[in-house]
């Protein structure tokens, strides 16, 4: 088993919905959980960045952890053109432990 | 977070040659790091750059084939040595700013085509 599974998709919406996206992980030490985003030509850029259980809201973004489920989230409402990327997740235990990517969704937003 | 510029951002070189790639944060920071990012595939940690000695490389990562330099806090260096089309493939350098657990965060990367 994988440490984190992501579904690579990729995955077209149309412009204004929301977009649903999740990782499932094995390591029960995790306890930082992040979501990148990554334009064409362009490294990971932060996007979400949350500990421990619960949910965290930035704007149109909603970040999701469920550890007993051992489930991440990442909701976009209103989705935008602009908002066409690759979302990885990554999570850590924290300390100097190495992050645990995701491979990526790819996400289409349809004008 | 840091402005982190990577150099250069692209290239494509002849199979048996070496690239260095440097990496450039704008404040000093404490760790450093390289990766390799191949389509389809998850990022792949190579080597955590350590500011004064050698770095950590991960499993399947040798020194000899990824040389990484580190001389201060805020520059690296990842060499990638006789090179081979398999090589190819996107280098990023990322950065933690803080103690554990804090996020990192990425350069543009360097997509590199080995012919």
């Known amino acids: 088993q994988k440490e984190v599974e992501q579904d690579p998709g990729p995955l077209s919406v149309p412009e204004g919905a929301i977009v649903s996206l999740n990782c499932t992980y094995s390591n029960s030490a995790f306890q930082y959980f992040m979501w990148y985003r990554q334009y064409s030509r362009k490294g990971p850029e932060l996007l979400m960045y949350t500990y421990s259980s619960g949910n965290k809201e930035d704007g149109r973004f909603t970040a999701q952890v469920d550890k007993s489920s051992k489930y991440i989230s990442l909701f976009i409402r209103d989705s935008q053109p602009s908002d066409s990327a690759t979302y990885l997740c990554a999570m850590s235990a924290g300390g100097n432990n190495r992050l645990a990517f995701g491979k990526g969704n790819q996400v289409v937003v349809i004008p | ?115």
């Open chain 2, 1 to 115: 977070s840091a402005v982190i510029s990577q150099k250069p951002s692209r290239d494509i070189c002849q199979r048996g040659t070496s690239l260095t790639i440097q990496c450039q944060v704008d404040s000093q920071v404490t760790m450093m790091f390289w990766y390799r990012q191949q389509p389809g595939q998850s990022l792949t940690l190579i080597a955590t750059a350590n500011q004064g000695s050698e770095a950590t490389y991960e499993s399947g990562f040798v020194i000899d084939k990824f040389p990484i330099s580190r001389p201060n806090l805020t520059f690296s260096t990842l060499t990638v040595s006789n090179m081979s089309p398999e090589d190819s493939s996107i280098y990023l350098c990322s950065v933690r700013l803080q103690g554990g657990g804090q996020p990192q965060h990425f350069g543009d990367g360097t997509r590199l085509s080995i012919l």
